[in-house]
């Protein structure tokens, strides 16, 4: 399947520190997304980077993507406590802008 | 700008009675998916809708699923009957037109099948 995979499934980190979540797909993609979700609550759209891009910043956020080895990072610089929620990367199919595969997400644990 | 609504938010059925889920999408998108996320999973696309029309319904068990999307605005998604396994958050997300990506989610409708 084309599900993106997250590395670690969970995370734990002291408030301030950096927190670095990896993602790898199978095949080409157009577009990869980032979401945090909050317990209880939909998905929040973070960051969109194309399959042409490398790096794209967001405040705090930093994802980068590299194309030859299939796999993107999310670094959240300076967390917070707030930042506490699960992270998950959604890839398309290639060959369908419109559609997106989710992988099962890492579980960020923020202490304060 | 509202985001996108879903009702209702809980939902407690008993095995084999049906159950309906609504969503109203961001004005001006669309494109409308509906997913099923299980505990400790991502989400699952079941159906896609572009305006009106489904072009991806591959994950539906259309036995028992049915999904519309009236007018191309407000959709529906009904389990009849539901089973034990059906069991999970249905999250409704729609985007603007093909191509410029980027989901805006509801806050999805947690469904208990006892």
């Known amino acids: 399947s084309q599900q993106g995979e997250e590395d670690p499934q969970a995370l734990s980190i002291q408030e301030g520190e950096n927190a670095t979540m990896n993602c790898s797909y199978k095949?080409?993609?157009?577009?990869l997304q980032w979401y945090r979700q909050n317990s209880g609550r939909g998905l929040v759209h973070l960051i969109l980077?194309?399959?042409?891009?490398r790096e794209k910043h967001s405040g705090r956020l930093r994802v980068t993507l590299d194309t030859s080895k299939k796999s993107s990072s999310l670094l959240i610089t300076a967390s917070r406590a707030a930042d506490t929620a699960s992270y998950f990367c959604?890839?398309?199919?290639?060959?369908?802008?419109?559609?997106?595969?989710f992988g099962s997400g890492t579980k960020l644990n923020v202490k304060p | 700008e509202a985001g996108v609504v879903q009702s209702p938010r809980y939902k407690i059925i008993e095995k084999k009675q049906p159950v309906a889920f609504w969503c109203n999408p961001i004005?001006?998108?669309?494109?409308l998916y509906w997913y099923r996320q299980n505990l400790g999973q991502g989400p699952e696309l079941l159906i896609r809708?572009?305006?009106?029309?489904?072009v991806d319904d591959s994950q539906l068990p259309k036995d028992r699923f049915s999904a519309e999307r009236l007018k191309g605005v407000d959709s529906t998604l009904k389990i009849q009957p539901a089973e034990l396994g059906d069991s999970a958050v249905y999250l409704c997300?729609?985007?603007?037109?093909w191509g410029e990506g980027g989901y805006t989610f509801g806050s999805g409708t947690r469904l208990t099948v006892v």
């Open positions: 997300a729609s985007s603007p037109r």
């Open positions: 095949t080409s993609i157009n577009n």
């Open positions: 980077i194309r399959s042409n891009e």
């Open positions: 959604a890839t398309d199919a290639g060959n369908n802008f419109n559609k997106f595969y």
């Open positions: 004005s001006g998108h669309n494109t």
């Open positions: 809708y572009e305006n009106e029309e489904a």
